[in-house]
């Protein structure tokens, strides 16, 4: 619409323009100044043109666009403020913030996406551990079947071991005790000996000699 309406404007102008002469507007500005009422032109006199009713935005103040008597007032395309309606100004806003949760929606999808995806690296991760701890726990458990049967032969051949020793102990007595009577008997055999050596003697010297029964039977010497 307002394209439609500068098009309209600046075909007006241009046929005006070429109808009506356009003043000096310098000249009509220093005539203003100098106090008088109508525009004076040295070789046309003056005519009343047509002017062209456009309205004045609000921020702009009426002296500043009145235009004096006899003088052309010419359109001013300016560009119109949108206005807008509470419903369209609602529907704006709940499409901007729809716009806004849509974008946080997707930057959440995807933090969670790669949460998840982070999350099943750790538990696969954690999973794979936990089957090598399952693993090393039934070695370990086989380590410890073995180890529970070296310790029983351990303590059964401390055992045997502890017998040896009371065994190998009883047999040094007997060692001893015996070498001990075997030293007696041959101190008792010697002691004999002499004995029985000092007996034969006396017995030559006294005159006696042995029966064929083993008696002793006196001799007499003359």
Excluded: W
Excluded at 131 to 143: H, I
Aim: charged content about 30%; proline content about 5%.
């Amino acid at each position: 619409m307002e394209v439609e309406y500068v098009a309209f404007v600046m075909r007006f102008r241009s046929v005006m323009s070429r109808a009506y002469p356009v003043p000096d507007c310098r000249v009509a500005m220093r005539q203003r100044a100098n106090g008088e009422s109508r525009c004076i032109f040295p070789t046309r006199p003056s005519f009343h043109y047509p002017t062209v009713c456009v309205q004045i935005p609000p921020r702009a103040s009426a002296s500043s666009v009145s235009t004096p008597p006899g003088v052309v007032s010419y359109a001013v395309p300016y560009a119109k403020p949108i206005q807008y309606s509470a419903s369209q100004l609602q529907y704006e806003n709940m499409k901007h913030r729809c716009k806004m949760l849509d974008s946080e929606n997707q930057r959440l999808m995807r933090l969670q996406h790669e949460l998840v995806i982070d999350a099943n690296r750790r538990v696969e991760m954690h999973v794979n551990e936990i089957r090598m701890l399952k693993e090393d726990n039934k070695k370990l458990t086989g380590a410890n079947k073995e180890i529970s049967v070296y310790q029983q032969r351990l303590h059964e051949m401390e055992g045997r071991q502890t017998e040896l020793l009371n065994e190998n102990e009883e047999l040094k007595q007997l060692c001893l005790y015996l070498d001990e009577q075997r030293q007696r008997s041959f101190v008792y055999r010697t002691e004999d000996d002499r004995e029985s050596e000092d007996l034969g003697e006396e017995e030559k010297k006294i005159g006696y000699d042995r029966n064929d029964d083993g008696t002793i039977a006196q001799i007499h010497t003359f």
